[in-house]
Every structure is written in structure tokens, then in C-alpha cells.
């Protein structure tokens, strides 16, 4: 392969990438849902650096701005959204890996500051996801897509998010536990 071609085989590649990061981005709520309880115990999709990218960008994601509103490390937010990769077709999740190392290096290869992502301010890290979602780039608006719906999905699950949202939880539960 000569420099500035792509063989065929990379243009698959990345089509399919793309393919993925867009389902990723539609997932249903649903979808987490019929994960609860599907992983093996003690397996984990993420690794543990992974882990910790994922840690900071759904924080940003999710952030309120609220003094009082729950943190997102000790909930179950980020176990939630590890279960539903595992329950996932390993196809469709195989970009996450890549996806999360390249938010961590985004802001030295896209922002041309000499800082990974996990290492910026709160300041810094919504402009540089802001980046990923404003993108001229196809590829990395999906990779936003994706990490905004496995955010939302995974920290609006958790019950220490529903009181800022007015949400008191589910009507059938609710209605059990009361008599």
C-alpha cells in the first residue's frame, strides 16, 4: 500500500467501523435492559484503562452542572454499560477499544494539545468531546454518537441519576412495594 492510499481491505474496515459506531448510537434503552444480569461474573468488556476513559467521558456527558447531583464513579453506570458490550454482538462493539484510546490521544492528534484527555480539565474535555460532536470528520461524529447513547443509557439506568430528572422510578415496582 502506497502512502495516502487505503487498501481495500482497510476501507472495509472502516466502513464497518462506522457501521457499528452509527448502531451503537441508536441502541435502545431496551437494550441495556435485557443485559442486566447477561455477563458472565467477574468478565469485563473494558479493560481497566478503557475503564477509566469511559469514567470521564460519561461524567462529561452526563454532567448537570448541579452541586448536588450524584457522581457517576461508584454507581453503576459504568458495570451497566459493560454488561451491555458483553450481551452485544462482538462486531458491532469490536470499534469501542479503538474509539475510547482515540478520545484519550484526540486532543494531541485533533486539537494539536500536547495532553491526553484523561489528563484536561472538566473545561477541557467538553471542548474536546465537543470536537468529536462537531466534527467534519463522519467517523468521529459517530464515535460522539455512540459514547453520548452508552453515557446516557448507562448513567440514566442507575438510580442516583432519577431524582434530577423528577423520575421516581418505575410505576410497577413502585406499585408492588406498596403493598
Known amino acids: 500500500m ?6 481495500r481491505r482497510g476501507f472495509l474496515a472502516l466502513s464497518g467501523s462506522g457501521a457499528a459506531l452509527a448502531a451503537l ?13 447477561a455477563a458472565p461474573s467477574g468478565a469485563a468488556f473494558f ?5 477509566e476513559i469511559l469514567l470521564q467521558v460519561v461524567e462529561r456527558m452526563v454532567d448537570s452542572g448541579l452541586p448536588d447531583a450524584p457522581r457517576v464513579q461508584g454507581s453503576g453506570a459504568l458495570a ?11 462486531e458491532l462493539v469490536r470499534p469501542l477499544p479503538w474509539l475510547l484510546q ?3 490521544w484526540g486532543p494531541w492528534l485533533f486539537d494539536l ?5 484523561t489528563t484536561l480539565s472538566d473545561a477541557e474535555k467538553d471542548a474536546s468531546l465537543r470536537g468529536w460532536m462537531t466534527s467534519r470528520l463522519a467517523l468521529r461524529r ?24 423528577g423520575y421516581a422510578g418505575p410505576l410497577l415496582a413502585r406499585a408492588e412495594g406498596g403493598r
Open 2 to 7: 502506497t502512502a495516502g492510499r487505503i487498501s
Open 25 to 37: 448510537g441508536r441502541l435502545p434503552a431496551s437494550a441495556l435492559a435485557a443485559a442486566a444480569g
Open 47 to 51: 479493560a481497566p484503562d478503557e475503564a
Open 80 to 90: 451497566s454499560i459493560d454488561r451491555l458490550c458483553l450481551s452485544l454482538d462482538p
Open 102 to 104: 482515540a478520545v484519550e
Open 113 to 117: 494539545s500536547f495532553a491526553r484527555f
Open 142 to 165: 459517530l464515535g460522539f454518537q455512540a459514547l453520548k447513547n452508552l453515557s446516557l443509557l448507562g448513567w440514566y439506568s442507575q438510580e442516583e441519576s432519577w431524582a434530577a430528572i
